[in-house]
């Protein structure tokens, strides 16, 4: 009896010691996985830095700041060159704005060295904690107006507010339209951005923000562009359906240049150069 007994144990000891092993040999995979993401990650960084512009200290920061860390920007590598292509075919300082603040601003912000980055951000607390360690980067606390699960009515809604309409919709001021971001800082009214990255606020639940306002605010934004060219506008997480039925609706399928992932790159024109001859009313 005793026998079977230690037969048993002995058992269950192997197979404890084999379930051990397989999580071991689980986590070193993942290991090499996360550091050969992170090596990706940092030679693309390091090749933007070589072929375009002298090293600054932002851009060594960043670098040193992603080769020291375990987390990594959201995004996968693939949606980052899309954007980072269109930086190199620009080839000068540029205006960037971004919705969102996170473990991807560095990049960010040391793709544009000589030209201004700004940060949009919905959580005064996560700014805080943000610009504590990178107190380099330039951000905005930003309230929204709106909830995610408003995200039907808004859209069916718009259309017959006079505010919101694509030929006379402004921003700064603009309470009337629900959609439009009216209390931004001065700066973000003032500048015509060339890059705008729309990767918050939040839209994940009912309660959240949502992307409604930043999508119709940055279509009115590059619709008013008094300069020229376009504007490079990049939405992230396009396989959620708001996301995707709003940039259908205001930054229109006839701008998407590409897709990768869950990232859509658009380039909007000057309302001044809308050729279509059809109702200007309608964004798209």
């Known amino acids: 009896m005793l026998q079977v007994k230690d037969r048993m144990k002995n058992r269950c000891f192997l197979w404890l010691l ?4 397989t999580i071991g040999i689980s986590l070193f995979i993942a290991s090499l996985i996360q550091a050969s993401e992170n090596n990706t990650f940092l030679c693309s960084i390091a090749r933007f830095n070589a072929n375009n512009h002298p090293s600054s200290s932002l851009q060594q920061r960043a670098i040193l700041h992603y080769a020291t860390s375990q987390v990594v920007p959201q995004q996968s590598i693939s949606e ?6 269109v930086i190199k075919s620009l080839n000068r300082p540029f205006n960037f704005l971004v919705f969102g603040l996170g473990h991807d601003s560095l990049m960010w912000a040391s793709f544009n060295p000589n030209g201004p980055t700004i940060f949009l951000e919905e959580d005064p607390k996560w700014v805080q904690t943000v610009l504590k360690d990178a107190p380099e980067l330039r951000a905005h606390t930003v309230h929204y107006r709106t909830q995610l699960q408003e995200a039907d009515t808004l859209i069916s809604e718009y259309r017959s507010e006079p505010a919101c309409s694509s030929a006379t919709a ?22 015509e951005w060339d890059l705008v990255m729309i990767d918050a606020p939040r839209g994940y639940f009912a309660e959240a923000p949502g992307r409604m306002a930043a999508i119709f605010s940055v279509a009115v934004m590059a619709r ?31 701008n998407l240049v590409k897709g990768v992932g869950r990232l859509w790159h658009f380039e909007i024109p000057p309302k001044v150069n809308n ?6 009313s309608r964004f798209c």
């Open 18 to 21: 084999l379930i051990l092993a």
């Open 80 to 85: 980052i060159s899309v954007t980072l292509n």
């Open 170 to 191: 402004t921003l700064r001021g603009n309470e009337k339209c629900k959609l439009a971001l009216q209390n931004l800082p001065d700066l973000v009214y003032d500048t």
């Open 224 to 254: 008013d562009r008094k300069g020229s060219g376009v504007t490079h506008v990049f939405l992230h997480d396009v396989n959620r359906r708001v996301e995707k039925m709003y940039a259908e609706e205001f930054l229109c399928r006839k």
């Open 275 to 280: 050729t279509r001859g059809d109702d200007d």
